[in-house]
């Protein structure tokens, strides 16, 4: 059985750090390219960052670049979002997404496009 569960969120103060964790089970992670997105309350779920399936091209929304970085490491079958400076417009539920393809392409500009499997998501806090 497919399963993506998303972990690590939390409540953090503004600068500082959190990494989240998807950790997948039931299909071969190695084949698919996976994202990061986020639904923040009354918003619609927006691309966060996505990672090829072997890792070599990662993909960023403008507000995160330079901020956040995402990984994988396939032996382990679970994909990271390094998150630092965080500030309070990145309070969201972050999700993690399996797309059906190897390939990111357009997934971060339109989340609509290319998820296949959604996980349940991890609620990721930033106050002052």
């Known amino acids: 059985q497919l399963q993506v569960v998303e972990s690590g969120g939390g409540l953090v103060q503004p600068g500082g750090s959190l990494t989240l964790s998807c950790t997948t089970s039931g299909f071969t992670v190695d084949y698919h390219a996976i994202g990061w997105f986020r639904q923040a309350p009354g918003k619609e779920r927006e691309g966060v960052s996505c990672?090829?399936?072997?890792?070599?091209?990662?993909h960023y929304a403008d507000n995160v670049e330079g901020r956040f970085t995402i990984s994988r490491d396939n032996a382990k079958k679970t994909i990271y979002l390094q998150m630092n400076s965080l500030r309070p417009e990145d309070t969201a539920v972050y999700f993690c997404?399996?797309?059906?393809?190897?390939?990111?392409?357009?997934?971060?500009?339109?989340?609509?496009?290319?998820?296949?499997?959604w996980g349940k998501g991890t609620l990721v806090a930033v106050y002052s």
């Open positions: 990672i090829t399936s072997t890792g070599r091209e990662a």
């Open positions: 997404g399996v797309l059906g393809g190897t390939l990111c392409f357009s997934v971060v500009e339109d989340p609509s496009r290319g998820v296949d499997y």
